[in-house]
């Protein structure tokens, strides 16, 4: 958990450093900017998390709304296009809850604690251009942990990203915008020994962007 925090941080202090610097000259003789070489996106924003799992008619929900990160790292590979490394995921301070146990009845309230759902991955951006209008997407692996009464983290599951973005540039290698995402978790409890069920992790968010490419 403390991992996520810090790199949230840092993803913060990024986004600060991006806007600092995109404030330098516009490109010489307004010519069109091109995509290419090196590759970096820092994503910041907010939105909504939501986790939940059944097992044998117990059910249990959490969600809220959440901070949402997404760190994207590599280069272009052909024109208008970017491999890349992504470190993505989203967090929620005190999730609301809906709890059902057989034989006991089903309650909801707030959970005291820190919701974080957290991934790396290989990904991929494509730009629709002249609008430097971007579609990206990143599959890996990720986890789900908590803090608090919420203590405890899930197995190693699988992880996705699909994110839609518009741009405007805003120096030589600068692109400053805002993204729509939404992510996905699949990953298997570790206290509910022998249970064949996963936790399904999704969370929608709206972010702040920065790209150096």
Do not use: C
Not at 118 to 143: C, D, H, K, R, W
Request: aromatic share 12%; charged share 15%.
């Amino acid at each position: 958990m403390s991992n996520w925090k810090r790199l949230a941080a840092s993803g913060s202090a990024l986004l600060v450093l991006a806007t600092l610097v995109s404030a330098g000259p516009a490109y010489a003789g307004g010519q069109p900017r091109e995509h290419d070489g090196f590759f970096m996106r820092l994503s910041l924003g907010g939105g909504s998390g939501s986790a939940n799992i059944e097992e044998g008619g117990n059910k249990a929900k959490f969600n809220g709304g959440a901070g949402d990160m997404n760190l994207a790292f590599g280069g272009m590979v052909s024109k208008n296009l970017a491999l890349h490394g992504t470190m993505w995921g989203w967090g929620v301070q005190d999730p609301d809850a809906d709890i059902t146990i057989v034989g006991l009845g089903s309650g909801s309230g707030t959970f005291n604690g820190f919701l974080a759902m957290s991934a790396i991955g290989p990904g991929v951006t494509y730009y629709l251009e002249p609008a430097n209008v971007y579609f990206s997407g990143s599959i890996g692996i990720g986890n789900l942990s908590g803090s608090d009464d919420l203590e405890g983290s899930t197995d190693t599951g699988f992880a996705l990203d699909a994110t839609v973005g518009k741009e405007w540039w805003v120096g030589n290698n600068w692109g400053l915008g805002f993204a729509g995402d939404f992510t996905y978790l699949s990953a298997k409890d570790k206290d509910i020994v022998g249970s064949s069920e996963s936790w399904g992790v999704t969370g929608f968010g709206l972010r702040f962007s920065a790209t150096f490419n």
